[in-house]
Nanobody, 130 residues
Framework: QVKLAESGGGLVQAGGSLRLSCAASGGTFEDYNIGWFRQAPGKEREEREF???????????DYGDFARGRFTISRDNGKNTVYLEMNRLIPGDTADYYC????????????????????WGQGTQVTVSS
């Protein structure tokens, strides 16, 4: 089965940028649509917020309203990796960021809701200072 591992988090000043990576190992990465979710400090796992998603072949992407125009999701199936480029970061973006995999058909685009995702990484922490 595919396992996911996030990297690239860290501390950045407001207005800065970070690129998160979600690397897959084992299984068939192309079987999965990938979503990025975030969990803000003090929030429960059930309150994870959709950040961005991308279908298995990269044809369809979608974003949370707060991410649209600032964040870009992409994937390289040859490297078994999905990327999340985050620009113009604000303190409100501070959270643990998780990537997750969904192997169902996504005709209408990636699912925005966490229960649809069956595999999850351990998360990477992003802190944006003011």
């Amino acid at each position: 089965q595919v396992k996911l591992a996030e990297s690239g988090g860290g501390l950045v000043q407001a207005g800065g940028s970070l690129r998160l990576s979600c690397a897959a190992s084992g299984g068939t990465f192309e079987d999965y649509n990938i979503g990025w979710f975030r969990q803000a400090p003090g929030k429960e796992r059930e309150e994870r917020e959709f950040v961005a998603g991308i279908t298995w072949n990269g044809d369809i992407t979608d974003y949370g309203d707060f991410a649209r125009g600032r964040f870009t999701i992409s994937r390289d199936n040859g490297k078994n990796t999905v990327y999340l480029e985050m620009n113009r970061l604000i303190p409100g973006d501070t959270a643990d960021y998780y990537c997750a995999g969904d192997d169902r058909p996504a005709w209408g685009g990636p699912d925005k809701y966490p229960p649809g995702y069956t595999i999850w990484g351990q998360g990477t922490q992003v802190t944006v200072s003011s």
